[in-house]
C-alpha cells in the first residue's frame, strides 16, 4: 500500500525533472519524484524517444510517471503499455500544464474546463492501472473558473488516489503568489490525500504551507533547481526546529561537478554539455560574478573544458571563502 502522506515531493518540470536530477534531489531527501510530463499519444505510437523519459535510478525511493492527453482510451493504453514496461509507483495525471500548445487541443489545465472529460480521464485509467493514480492540477482555468475544490473532488469520486494543486490558475501562469486558501479547500472537501504546490521555497515556507492548507504533503518545484539542499533543510528544520545546514558557494559548484559528470555518463559528452546550462545556471545563482560565471559557461562546448572550469571555480570559491573564515 502506498502511503505518501508526510512525504516531500519533486515537482515534475519539462527539461529539467530527468533522472539525473532526480536522483540529485531523492540523495538530498526528496522522497517521491516523478518524471517530465510524457504524451499518452506518443507513448501508444511507440515513440522510443517518450520511453527514453521514462527511465528511474535506484535512488528514488517513490517513483510517479506523469502522462498527459485528453483521450480516455488512449490514456488508458499509454497507462498499459508503462505497467508492463517501467516499474513506478503511480501514475499522475497531468491537468495543470498552461503551455497553449496542450491547452489549444483540450489538454492539461483545460480538462478543468471541462470536468465530465476528466472524470472519464481518470476512470478509464484508473480501471486498467494497477498502481494508484493520482492527478495534477491548479486553482482553476482563470479568475472565473476557480474550481479546484469541486473538480478535485470529481476526481476523487472518478478513482483518484491523490490529487496535487499549485495554487494558480491557468491564466496566471508563474506570476503572483501561489493560493494556499483554495488547496485548504481543497482538502477540506476530500478523503484521499492533497499534496499542496506553489511557492514552497524553504522550511519557513513549508512550514507555513503545512499550516494554512493542512495538506498531507508538500511539493517543490522551481526552488530546488541548482538547490537541491533544499529538501534536506526542510526536513532539518522539522526535526530540529530550525535550519543549520548552509550552504556556501563553492559547495554548489562541487554538487554541479558531480551532476555534470552523472549527465555526461548517462546522456554523453556533447548532449550533458548543452543540457547543464540550464542547470548550471541556476546553481550559480547568487554567486558574486553570476552573470559572467554564466556567460563564461555558456560558451563552452566541450565536456573537460567544463569540467576543468566548474573545478577551478568551486577551489578558488573555496579559497575565498576560507579566507573571509579566517578574518572573521
Ligand atoms: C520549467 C518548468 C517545467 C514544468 N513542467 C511541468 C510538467 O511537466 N508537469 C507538471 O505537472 N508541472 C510542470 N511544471 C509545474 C511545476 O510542477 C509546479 O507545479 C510549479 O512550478 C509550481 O511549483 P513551485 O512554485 O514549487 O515551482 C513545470 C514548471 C516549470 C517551472
Known amino acids: 500500500m502506498l502511503d505518501i502522506r508526510g512525504k516531500i515531493f519533486l515537482a515534475p518540470m519539462a527539461g529539467f525533472t530527468d533522472k539525473v536530477f532526480r536522483r540529485l534531489c531523492s540523495r538530498f531527501g526528496a522522497d517521491v519524484t516523478v518524471t517530465e510530463m510524457v504524451s499518452s499519444k506518443a507513448l501508444v505510437l511507440g515513440s ?25 482510451e488512449v490514456m488508458a ?4 503499455i508503462l ?24 489538454e492539461g489545465c483545460a480538462l478543468m474546463k471541462n470536468p465530465s472529460l476528466a472524470a472519464k480521464i481518470v476512470e478509464e485509467v484508473a480501471k486498467v492501472s494497477r498502481k494508484p493514480v493520482s492527478v495534477k492540477i491548479r486553482k482553476g482555468f482563470d479568475d472565473e473558473n476557480i474550481n479546484a475544490p469541486e473538480f478535485a473532488y470529481i476526481l476523487q469520486e472518478s478513482g483518484a488516489s491523490f490529487v496535487t494543486v499549485h495554487g494558480r490558475t491557468r491564466a496566471q501562469l508563474y506570476s ?41 504533503s508538500i511539493m517543490i518545484g522551481r526552488a530546488a533547481l541548482g538547490n537541491p539542499w533544499v529538501f534536506l533543510q526542510i526536513k532539518e528544520g522539522f526535526e530540529k526546529g530550525y535550519v543549520e545546514t548552509k550552504v556556501l558557494p563553492h559547495m554548489k559548484i562541487r554538487v554541479a561537478i558531480e551532476f555534470f559528470t552523472q549527465l555526461c555518463s548517462e546522456k554523453g559528452d556533447k548532449m550533458a554539455v548543452l543540457e547543464a546550462r540550464k542547470h548550471l ?48
Open 48 to 72: 522510443a524517444k517518450t520511453k527514453e523519459l521514462i527511465s528511474f535510478s535506484d535512488e528514488e525511493k517513490i517513483r510517479g510517471v506523469q502522462i498527459f492527453g485528453n483521450d480516455p
Open 176 to 216: 503572483g503568489k501561489a493560493d494556499w486558501e483554495i488547496i485548504r479547500k481543497v482538502k477540506e472537501k476530500l478523503k484521499i490525500p492533497v499534496i499542496a504546490n506553489g511557492d514552497i521555497v524553504d522550511f519557513e515556507s513549508a512550514k507555513k504551507a503545512y499550516e494554512v492548507t493542512r495538506a498531507d
Open 77 to 80: 493504453q499509454s497507462v498499459k
Open 83 to 106: 505497467q508492463d514496461e517501467f516499474e513506478y509507483h503511480f501514475i499522475d495525471i497531468n491537468m495543470g500544464c498552461p503551455v497553449p500548445k496542450l491547452v489549444r487541443s483540450g
Open 281 to 328: 545556471s541556476f546553481f550559480v545563482k547568487g554567486i558574486e560574478n553570476a552573470a559572467k560565471i554564466r556567460d563564461k559557461i555558456n560558451r563552452i562546448n566541450n565536456a573537460t573544458e567544463l569540467l576543468e572550469f566548474l573545478k577551478e571555480l568551486a577551489s578558488s570559491l573555496e579559497k575565498k571563502e576560507s579566507f573571509v573564515d579566517n578574518i572573521l
